[in-house]
């Protein structure tokens, strides 16, 4: 079993910034890819950013130039770096990750963390 814990999230003023912080542990053989989701109050779960194991990365078009996404593969940890935030990015991001718990298969498996909220006052 796969278990990530986000962290960062939190209330921010609009044109502030903040970083989260996801960590996979537990039963881990490697982890392909990893991103960040967000979902808002009465809207869909909509993909913010993703990046594989070998760092190429995949940004929802709206948020290019504001977000970046970052990884470091020894910790097995992914980052969410927010820039110039609006209102609308008020939502509860989730950390995600495609990963192999274990050397026996060669299965992958999608897990996600539980969650943490970011609002945007204005």
């Known amino acids: 079993q796969v278990h990530l814990v986000e962290s960062g999230g939190g209330l921010v003023q609009a044109g502030e910034s903040l970083r989260l912080s996801c960590a996979a542990s537990?039963?881990?053989?490697?982890?392909?890819?990893m991103g960040w989701y967000r979902q808002a109050p009465g809207k869909q779960r909509e993909l913010v950013a993703a990046?594989?194991?070998?760092?190429?990365?995949n940004y929802a078009d709206s948020l290019k130039g504001r977000f970046t996404i970052s990884r470091d593969n020894a910790k097995n940890a992914v980052y969410l770096e927010m820039n110039s935030l609006k209102p609308e990015d008020t939502a509860v991001y989730y950390c995600?990750?495609?990963?192999?718990?274990?050397?026996?298969?060669?299965?992958?498996?999608?897990?996600w963390g539980q969650g943490t909220q970011v609002t945007v006052s204005s």
């Open positions: 537990g039963s881990i053989f490697s982890i392909n890819a």
């Open positions: 995600n990750a495609d990963a192999r718990p274990s050397i026996y298969t060669r299965r992958t498996y999608n897990y």
């Open positions: 990046i594989t194991n070998d760092g190429s990365t």
